[in-house]
């Protein structure tokens, strides 16, 4: 990635690239290109789904609320919806939830299927119309797991991710080293532990008093880099 010029107006905005945003939510970069940045199909030119957070025209960049929303957006796809009718949502729950990042915002858990109904009338997306009428679906679809390891503000705004199930080990918060994962506890970057880790020929003690944490923290920084790699 090219480095940014005056990227310090980015802190506290998080800054991915898509094959970045790719490896932490196991996403198809081609995938996240088509829903942030647009497409092009039978001549048509189609929009992104929302505006990106970060404004860059040199080059294709996400930042971490888009990160934590295409999430939703591919379990949405998962379900069959359509582009189109997340369009809608996305835009329709923005306004009435007053987020910017409807999806990942709490209140979505429970007042979207009124957003989904609303959108059926609009497009006419069956896949949709079935997140609308049955509960279960719809928990299926806008499961706990989705929001698992987010925490929010007090205005229901996530504020970071701990992208491990069931750990706080290591964290992405666009406060801290522009949103790339870190040991939650000491904020030293995971692959810069793991190229260590390499370097000094897999030896999880020297890696420990390099960077002055424990063995386990090691350990923890390079299961994550290999499970993100794989």
Known sequence: MKRLENASHLIGVGIYTPAEAAMYTGIPAKD??????????EGVDHAGLWTPEIDSS????LGFHDLLEIRFVHAFRKHGVSLQAIRSASRQAAEIFDQRYPFTCKRFQTDGRSIFATVFDETGDEAILDLAKRQY???????????????????????????????????????????????S?????????????????????????IFEISASAVDAAVTFEHRIAA
């Open 32 to 41: 996240i290109r088509r829903w942030m940045f647009g497409y092009k199909s």
């Open 58 to 61: 040199e080059e294709k960049l």
């Open 137 to 183: 679906a719809f928990r299926q679809v806008i499961g706990p797991s989705l929001y698992e390891g987010i925490d929010y503000t007090g205005e229901g705004r996530a504020q970071r991710w701990y992208p491990v199930k069931r750990s706080k080990t290591i964290v992405l918060d666009p406060n801290r080293n522009f949103g790339k994962p870190v040991l």
């Open 185 to 209: 506890s000491t904020g030293v970057d995971t692959a810069a532990i793991y190229h260590a880790y390499l370097a000094e020929g897999q030896d999880v003690k020297r890696v420990s008093m």
